[in-house]
């Protein structure tokens, strides 16, 4: 069978062939340390698996309405409320089979051929390449270490054409954990409004934050803004619901009717009694959060010095997310060598920052326990010094 030509123009995900080469080593028998999955090593909190299973038990097992449960719809709409000062209501949501397929689920119904999208890199893996499969065009507008990979508003303002339809805006960002001031929003959200373009913002890690650093949603500059405003969000990272597949969307009216369209032609809804899941992880107490927030940041203060004290390597401090974009250029290695002889030599998985539009650079996750960061940058270490 001749293979359809959108699908010859999209790459693997890097990360999820790292993140499976790593698992089957250790499937194996081999000792590997993996810091490649941007996957929480917790456990789901007991009361959200407790109220998946009170769903189950009374009968939550059937075909639910496309864009979601309502209850789970209602509370979104609270929680972008309460949490994020958006006045969203349940018709503005979209519970989809997660955050990265509200994400497809967008490109597709809001993309035509020859659009652009704007992506700021390092950018997550996946941005560029929904974008293709909508028949647009990603825009990549390369970012540096010195200005904290960020696009600047005059970044943004020259890379916007007429055929500009979106701009993608993560913060705390994966792969950086760049975390965007007020400020900064306030003045990327100017550009935008002077402009016809709307932006999708990935809010996926909100809660995983440091050192006082808060999150502003950018739809809630302004009122005008939070019309131009689309909301990606989920329950993977802050919960520990990875394998849960439970995301969503918030957008205009005829935006989510759309999605919900094309989702009742695709995946028709989200599991029934995982979403029952998500209502516990919205409505309960959120110490559990704090709690993985607290662990992720003492990882960070014993991962950063050690990778800063690598001759040959360094890292920015990240206010956000769970990872370290570490600077390889010293070492010699195109990324992707630099991962795989890591792996195959000193049995350490990371993911190649070619896979982020940023070569010589790599991405550590330190979302693992404190035991498996240790023995990974012992040996990371001794691969780096062995190179020098």
Same mark, same amino acid.
């Given at each position: 069978?001749?293979?359809?030509?959108?699908?010859?123009?999209?790459?693997?995900?890097?990360?999820? *062939?790292?993140?499976?080469?790593?698992?089957?080593?250790?499937?194996?028998?081999?000792?590997?340390?993996?810091?490649?999955?941007?996957?929480?090593? =917790?456990?789901? %909190?007991?009361?959200?698996?407790?109220?998946?299973?009170?769903?189950?038990?009374?009968?939550?097992?059937?075909?639910?309405?496309?864009?979601?449960?309502?209850?789970?719809?209602?509370?979104?709409?609270?929680?972008?409320?309460?949490?994020?000062?958006?006045?969203?209501?349940?018709?503005?949501?979209?519970?989809?089979?997660?955050?990265?397929?509200?994400?497809?689920?967008?490109?597709?119904?809001?993309?035509?051929?020859?659009?652009?999208?704007?992506? %700021?890199?390092?950018?997550? $893996?996946?941005?560029?390449?929904?974008?293709?499969?909508?028949?647009?065009?990603?825009?990549?507008?390369?970012?540096?270490?010195?200005?904290?990979?960020?696009?600047?508003?005059?970044?943004?303002?020259?890379?916007?054409?007429?055929?500009?339809?979106? =701009?993608?805006?993560?913060?705390?960002?994966?792969?950086?954990?760049?975390?965007?001031?007020?400020?900064?929003?306030?003045?990327? !959200?100017?550009?935008?409004?002077?402009?016809?373009?709307?932006?999708?913002?990935?809010?996926?890690?909100?809660?995983?934050?440091?050192?006082?650093?808060?999150?502003?949603?950018?739809?809630?500059?302004?009122?005008?803004?939070?019309?131009?405003?689309?909301?990606?969000?989920?329950?993977?990272?802050?919960?520990?619901?990875?394998?849960?597949?439970?995301?969503?969307?918030?957008?205009?009216?005829?935006?989510?009717?759309?999605?919900?369209?094309?989702?009742?032609?695709?995946?028709?809804?989200?599991?029934?009694?995982?979403?029952?899941?998500?209502?516990?992880?919205?409505?309960? %107490?959120?110490?559990?959060?704090?709690?993985?927030?607290?662990? =992720?940041?003492?990882?960070?203060?014993?991962?950063? %010095?050690?990778?800063?004290?690598?001759?040959?390597?360094?890292?920015?401090?990240?206010?956000?997310?769970?990872?370290?974009? $570490?600077?390889? *250029?010293?070492?010699?290695?195109?990324?992707?060598?630099?991962?795989?002889?890591?792996?195959?030599?000193?049995?350490?998985? !990371?993911?190649?920052?070619?896979?982020?539009?940023?070569?010589?650079?790599?991405?550590?996750?330190?979302?693992?326990?404190?035991?498996?960061?240790?023995?990974?940058?012992?040996?990371? *270490?001794?691969?780096?010094?062995?190179?020098?």
């Amino acid at each position: 069978m001749e293979l359809a030509n959108r699908v010859r123009q999209v790459t693997p995900s890097m990360t999820l *062939e790292i993140s499976a080469k790593a698992k089957a080593m250790r499937a194996a028998g081999i000792d590997v340390c993996s810091f490649s999955a941007g996957e929480p090593d =917790f456990d789901t %909190p007991a009361h959200i698996k407790e109220a998946a299973k009170q769903a189950l038990d009374s009968g939550k097992t059937r075909y639910g309405p496309a864009a979601g449960e309502p209850a789970l719809r209602t509370a979104i709409a609270h929680k972008l409320q309460r949490d994020n000062n958006l006045s969203y209501e349940a018709g503005n949501i979209i519970v989809t089979n997660g955050g990265k397929h509200s994400l497809y689920s967008l490109m597709m119904v809001a993309i035509n051929p020859g659009d652009e999208v704007i992506i %700021p890199s390092p950018y997550w $893996v996946s941005y560029p390449e929904m974008i293709k499969l909508a028949g647009g065009n990603p825009v990549i507008i390369p970012t540096t270490a010195e200005a904290g990979y960020k696009i600047t508003p005059a970044q943004l303002q020259a890379a916007i054409t007429k055929n500009t339809k979106l =701009f993608i805006l993560n913060s705390p960002s994966n792969p950086t954990g760049t975390v965007y001031t007020p400020d900064e929003l306030d003045a990327l !959200a100017q550009v935008i409004l002077s402009t016809d373009i709307y932006v999708v913002s990935d809010e996926i890690y909100e809660k995983i934050l440091y050192d006082g650093a808060k999150h502003l949603s950018i739809g809630a500059i302004s009122p005008e803004m939070f019309e131009r405003t689309i909301i990606s969000n989920g329950f993977a990272k802050a919960y520990a619901m990875t394998g849960w597949r439970v995301g969503y969307l918030a957008g205009s009216n005829e935006l989510i009717q759309s999605m919900t369209t094309l989702q009742s032609q695709s995946t028709s809804n989200v599991c029934t009694f995982a979403q029952y899941g998500a209502i516990a992880a919205l409505d309960q %107490p959120q110490g559990c959060v704090e709690a993985m927030r607290r662990a =992720f940041e003492e990882r960070r203060s014993y991962i950063l %010095p050690r990778v800063n004290n690598i001759p040959g390597l360094s890292a920015a401090k990240p206010n956000g997310a769970f990872y370290l974009y $570490v600077d390889i *250029e010293s070492v010699g290695l195109p990324s992707l060598e630099f991962c795989s002889t890591l792996l195959d030599e000193k049995h350490v998985a !990371a993911i190649p920052g070619i896979a982020f539009g940023k070569e010589s650079t790599v991405r550590i996750s330190y979302a693992t326990d404190l035991d498996t960061i240790q023995r990974g940058m012992d040996r990371l *270490e001794a691969f780096v010094q062995s190179r020098l």
